[in-house]
T-cell receptor
């Protein structure tokens, strides 16, 4: 089956720093989404981005489908950005396949 | 508008006991899903439903059963709980995907289940 790999597994930054999270996938996919799981466990959908670039405030994402990777950029990090960031891809039958996540800690 | 809610939030079972997790959504979504999340991993799909009265197996269906008797509810059952089923369970719902939209899934807060 399709494999989804995220890097780095852990990231610790000072408030105000920028970061780049990566998602590699092993086969062509229909869709790709980025999620944030906050420290209380709630999952929030950040981006639907099967290709191209999107921006939402301090967050932006780019997917290069032909090279099978996606990047999530976080600028001017805030402590509220802490949590786990997941990449998930859809292979059909509405099934999302998830990566293991990147755990981000923003220190004040 | 509560979105997706899950009951209960926490539960401790003994091996062999049974229980049912309830998911409810008030967004009139056709599709509903049950996932499990284990430490250090992403979510894995257990079962899903594309409409009232329909269910289908996901990636890790063994040991679980589901029912979708009403559009707004999706039940996940464990007939004989095992320690390997200790996990956090998430329910999600979505509209049907179409050519101009995508399968954006909205998630409940999760149920933390421990099987001793």
């Amino acid at each position: 089956g399709i494999q989804v790999e995220q890097s780095p597994p852990d990231l610790i930054l000072q408030e105000g720093a920028n970061s780049t999270l990566r998602c590699n996938f092993s086969d062509s996919v229909n869709n790709l989404q980025w999620f944030h799981q906050n420290p209380w466990g709630q999952l929030i959908n950040l981006f639907y981005i099967p290709s191209g670039t999107k921006q939402n405030g301090r967050l932006s994402a780019t997917t290069v489908a032909t090279e099978r990777y996606s990047l999530l950029y976080i600028s001017s990090s805030q402590t509220t950005d802490s949590g786990v960031y997941f990449c998930a891809v859809e292979r059909g039958n509405y099934q999302l396949i998830w990566g293991a996540g990147t755990k981000l800690i923003i220190k004040p | 508008n509560a979105g997706v809610t899950q009951t209960p939030k926490f539960r401790v079972l003994k091996t062999g006991q049974s229980m049912t997790l309830l998911c409810a959504q008030d967004m009139n979504h056709e599709y509903m899903y049950w996932y499990r999340q284990d430490p250090g991993m992403g979510l894995r799909l257990i079962h899903y439903s594309v409409g009232e009265g329909t269910t289908a197996k996901g990636e890790v269906p063994d040991g679980y059963n589901v029912s979708r008797l009403k559009k707004q509810n999706f039940l996940l059952g464990l007939e004989s709980a095992a320690p390997s089923q200790t996990s956090v369970y998430f329910c999600a719902s979505s509209y049907p995907p179409s050519r101009s939209s995508y399968n954006e899934q909205f998630f409940g807060p999760g149920t933390r289940l421990t099987v001793l």
